[in-house]
């Protein structure tokens, strides 16, 4: 995904080597001092967490959101990128759709405001049709949500899990919104 793009850039850019998780590169004696100072640059790039903006952190938000979700309900279960029979125009997007015993469980993912706002939105549109359903909403930090954005989520969602790399929260979450 884009974490493995990024560092494959960065090894690239900077002529080291990545074997098993081993960052390495070859000098010779006399051009061991640039070597060093390349190696340290590369290291420091990876590894510093400025260099995840904004568009890569959603991109890598939703891949492990996707990862952990098909790690606890099978793949043909979920209904990803889903509308309700009743949005016949399409307006509402659903990013998770999972038929329960009783009930389906809308799954949101938000990874920041501008999302916790439409996703607000699309669970009181919901409400508002009666739809008998638990929602569920999975951040990526609360500090990366406004507090008034936060608050209008919380009402409308059922559940949540502050952060999509809690895995057991959401393993346990989900397992009890689908057999209830």
């Given amino acids: 995904?884009?974490?493995?793009?990024?560092?494959?850039?960065?090894?690239?850019?900077?002529?080291?080597?990545?074997?098993?998780?081993?960052?390495?590169?070859?000098?010779?004696?006399?051009?061991?001092?640039?070597?060093?100072?390349?190696?340290g640059q590369a290291l420091t790039r990876i590894?510093?967490?400025?260099?995840?903006?904004?568009?890569?952190?959603?991109?890598?938000?939703?891949?492990?959101?996707?990862f952990n979700l098909h790690r606890i309900i099978p793949y043909q279960e979920i209904k990803?990128?889903?509308?309700?029979?009743?949005?016949?125009?399409?307006?509402?997007p659903i990013d998770y759709l999972v038929n329960?015993?009783?009930?389906?469980?809308?799954?949101?993912?938000?990874?920041?405001?501008?999302?916790?706002?439409?996703?607000?939105?699309?669970?009181?549109k919901v409400a508002e049709w009666k739809i008998n359903c638990n929602k569920m909403v999975v951040l990526n930090g609360l500090?990366?949500?406004?507090?008034?954005?936060?608050e209008r989520l919380m009402d409308a969602a059922n559940d949540f899990v502050p952060k999509v790399t809690e895995f057991e929260s959401m393993e346990r979450k989900i397992a009890e919104r689908l057999l209830h």
């Fill in 100 to 124: 329960g015993e009783d009930k389906p469980l809308l799954i949101f993912g938000v990874p920041d405001s501008s999302k916790a706002r439409l996703a607000t939105i699309i669970m009181l």
């Fill in 143 to 150: 500090e990366n949500i406004g507090n008034a954005d936060l």
């Fill in 80 to 92: 990803k990128d889903a509308y309700l029979e009743i949005d016949r125009e399409k307006l509402f």
């Fill in 47 to 66: 590894s510093d967490l400025g260099l995840w903006n904004k568009a890569r952190i959603k991109s890598t938000f939703y891949e492990d959101l996707d």
């Fill in 1 to 39: 995904g884009a974490r493995t793009e990024v560092l494959n850039q960065i090894i690239n850019e900077n002529g080291v080597y990545f074997d098993n998780g081993e960052i390495y590169t070859r000098s010779l004696e006399k051009d061991l001092t640039a070597t060093v100072f390349k190696l």
